[in-house]
């Protein structure tokens, strides 16, 4: 048996189908994977995703620490509240974890970790910290749910705290408020407005039925997964890896390469790859003819190996079966994808393929 979030009787009570996930018993759906998706995209849905784990770095040289740690730059959060999304590198330039930073004072900050490598990540951090004044606090007593869709922010802010709505709907893109243990942030992972929403365990079952008496929906992983891939988001250890990093994954934007004096973990690796040239790219595919994209088909150009899908799937804002693949960088706007030993056609396009709800693409 796994872990089970503070959320894990109101699963059972919705009829939930609990599958295992990184260590935790979490629920796939609640009957309709596909109903759930178009919640999100028409409306509001709510995931619980306190597997992930929120770990908060203190002390007087943490930004010290979180930059030489992280690809992106932590100089660059300077008011409270303030978020960047990063990976987190091994020497090679491999993605060790991809992350969002927050600043919430010159000594502290919060990271929110993905469930699956959180031990890894957490006994990764610590062995960094010698000779450094800091602590590494991982917060598990805290839940997290993510309410996101076109309607999700006013539907969600009735069932915060009175005195954090205002705060909470006046927030910007990648910015959070709080108040005492609840923190609150404009951030997803559907492609979608919403917030992400850290309040204590014991509290969460309460969070959820007010959610749920506005009229959010419960949502589980396989409508976050056909989100979040409809949206071009990387899925880490599936995208990217211990052996692949940001410049071949469609991440080379989270680098941070200024200052140049800033010696973060991987940096050497990635500016080795960078002078090399030839590095695989990340694409969209769109098939063109019948059947379904799969994580490790090949793509073929002309008969020939051109790279492999990493994550793909059937999109059902779309109707149609898309994928993300790393691909050699002279592959055209025209591929195959073999399937079942059949090459079918696939057009290649830029993500993220659906954003607002809208299609972003050419269908």
């Given at each position: 048996?796994?872990?089970?979030?503070p959320?894990?009787?109101?699963?059972?009570?919705?009829?939930a189908?609990?599958?295992?996930?990184?260590?935790?018993e979490?629920?796939l759906?609640?009957?309709?994977q596909?109903?759930?998706?178009?919640?999100?995209?028409r409306?509001?849905?709510m995931?619980?995703?306190?597997h992930?784990?929120?770990?908060?770095?203190?002390g007087?040289?943490?930004?010290?620490?979180?930059?030489?740690l992280?690809?992106?730059?932590?100089a660059?959060l300077?008011?409270?509240?303030k978020a960047?999304?990063?990976?987190?590198?091994?020497?090679?330039?491999?993605?060790?974890?991809?992350?969002?930073?927050y600043?919430?004072a010159?000594d502290?900050?919060r990271?929110v970790?993905?469930?699956?490598?959180?031990?890894?990540?957490?006994?990764w951090m610590r062995?960094r910290?010698?000779g450094?004044?800091?602590?590494i606090q991982?917060?598990?007593?805290l839940?997290?749910?993510a309410?996101?869709?076109?309607n999700?922010?006013?539907?969600?802010a009735?069932?915060?705290?009175?005195?954090?709505r205002?705060q909470?709907?006046?927030?910007?893109?990648?910015?959070?408020?709080?108040?005492g243990?609840?923190?609150?942030s404009?951030?997803?992972?559907?492609g979608?407005?919403?917030f992400?929403?850290?309040?204590?365990?014991?509290?969460a079952p309460a969070?959820?039925?007010?959610?749920a008496r506005?009229g959010?929906?419960?949502?589980g992983?396989?409508?976050?997964?056909?989100?979040?891939l409809?949206?071009?988001?990387?899925?880490?250890?599936?995208?990217?890896d211990?052996?692949?990093?940001?410049l071949?994954?469609g991440?080379?934007?989270?680098v941070?390469w200024e200052p140049?004096?800033r010696?973060?973990?991987?940096r050497?690796?990635l500016e080795?790859?960078?002078?090399r040239?030839?590095?695989r790219?990340?694409?969209?595919?769109?098939l063109?003819?019948?059947g379904?994209?799969?994580?490790?088909q090949?793509?073929?150009?002309?008969?020939?190996?051109?790279?492999?899908i990493?994550?793909?799937?059937f999109?059902p804002?779309?109707?149609?079966?898309?994928?993300l693949?790393?691909?050699?960088?002279d592959?055209?706007?025209e591929c195959?994808?073999s399937?079942?030993?059949?090459a079918?056609?696939?057009?290649?396009?830029?993500?993220p393929?659906?954003?607002n709800?809208?299609?972003?693409?050419d269908?």
């Open positions: 048996m796994g872990y089970r979030t959320l894990f009787a109101e699963h059972e009570a919705l009829g189908r609990m599958v295992p996930f990184g260590g935790w979490m629920p759906h609640y009957g309709s596909v109903r759930e998706h178009h919640r999100v995209r409306d509001a849905g995931f619980d995703v306190s992930m784990l929120v770990v908060d770095v203190v007087g040289e943490a930004a010290t620490f979180l930059r030489r992280l690809a992106n730059d932590p660059r300077r008011t409270p509240g960047l999304y990063s990976c987190m590198l091994n020497q090679r330039g491999g993605v060790i974890d991809d992350l969002i930073l600043f919430r010159p502290h900050y990271l970790v993905n469930a699956a490598v959180a031990e890894r990540d957490l006994a062995d910290t010698e450094l004044a800091v602590t991982p917060r598990r007593e839940a997290m749910l309410v996101q869709g076109p999700a922010r006013a539907k969600a009735d069932a915060l705290p009175a005195e954090l205002a909470a709907l006046g927030l910007q893109s990648f910015r959070a408020a709080e108040q243990d609840w923190f609150v404009r951030t997803g992972y559907t979608e407005d919403g992400e929403i850290v309040c204590p365990g014991g509290e969070l959820w039925r007010g959610l506005t959010v929906a419960p949502c992983l396989g409508a976050r997964d056909t989100l979040r409809e949206a071009g988001m990387n899925l880490s250890g599936q995208d990217m211990e052996t692949r990093g940001p071949e994954s991440l080379a934007w989270t941070a140049a004096g010696d973060f973990i991987g050497r690796a080795a790859q960078r002078a040239g030839g590095l790219r990340m694409v969209g595919l769109l063109m003819g019948r379904v994209l799969r994580g490790h090949a793509v073929l150009s002309n008969g020939e190996p051109m790279g492999e990493t994550s793909g799937g999109a804002t779309l109707q149609r079966s898309i994928a693949a790393r691909v050699a960088p592959l055209g706007a195959e994808v399937i079942r030993d059949r079918v056609p696939a057009r290649v396009v830029k993500p393929f659906v954003r709800g809208e299609a972003r693409i269908l």
